[in-house]
């Protein structure tokens, strides 16, 4: 679990990067693939928010309960996950307003691209340097194996990393598989 946790993240990170670029190439005054951005919003939405966070949101619940860990601590994770859900809800909403022709001046739409990217940053952040690492050595082969047995969704594909890909986000994972995004 902790490792699909893991590989989730360096997902995003990419997905996050391709969203600095398109920010960097509006700041030029550049032209870019709104639809790309657009797909970036529905796979957050559709799995980060219902398959990644709650696996993080289950670990971190079992670990919340049998080990001791101050308030501030204990409530941050779901506070930044509902946060993040709202910025992805009204960054899709831009997005959509702009699909349909409505005009938003840049700049707003590159410091709601810019803020989302900060936000998203500093929770990975957060989390792979000060909360997956200290429930890693925590947790026991038994606890995982009573959060595997946990886990509702058990097997699920990635619809943009997985084995096969979502028609939905063909087009991303060709950008993403054709440009560098280190």
């Known amino acids: ?12 990170m990419q997905l996050l990067k391709v969203i600095e670029n398109k920010a960097a190439m509006l700041r030029i ?41 101050s308030d501030q601590v204990a409530n941050r994770l779901e506070a930044d996950h509902q946060q993040l859900s709202e910025l992805t809800t009204e960054l899709d909403d831009m ?13 707003i739409f590159i410091e709601k691209l ?3 990217v900060d936000k998203q940053k500093q929770h990975l952040s957060y989390e792979e340097l000060s909360i997956l ?9 038994d606890d995982w194996a009573h959060l595997s047995l946990q886990w509702k969704h ?16 063909k087009n991303l994972s060709e950008y993403i598989n054709s ?4």
């Open 133 to 141: 690492p200290v429930i890693q050595a925590s947790l026991t082969p």
């Open 95 to 107: 997005l959509n307003m702009i699909l349909l022709d409505a005009v938003i001046p840049k700049d």
């Open 29 to 69: 005054d550049g032209n870019i693939d709104y639809q790309l951005l657009k797909s970036i919003t529905d796979y957050l939405k559709s799995y980060a928010d219902k398959y990644h966070h709650p696996m993080e949101d289950l670990i971190y619940a079992y670990y919340l309960k049998y080990r001791v860990v």
């Open 154 to 169: 058990k097997e699920y594909s990635d619809p943009l990393f997985g084995d096969s890909i979502s028609d939905r986000f």
């Open 1 to 12: 679990m902790i490792n699909r946790i893991h590989k989730d993240h360096i997902n995003i």
């Open 179 to 182: 440009n560098t995004v280190n």
């Open 114 to 116: 810019e803020t989302f």
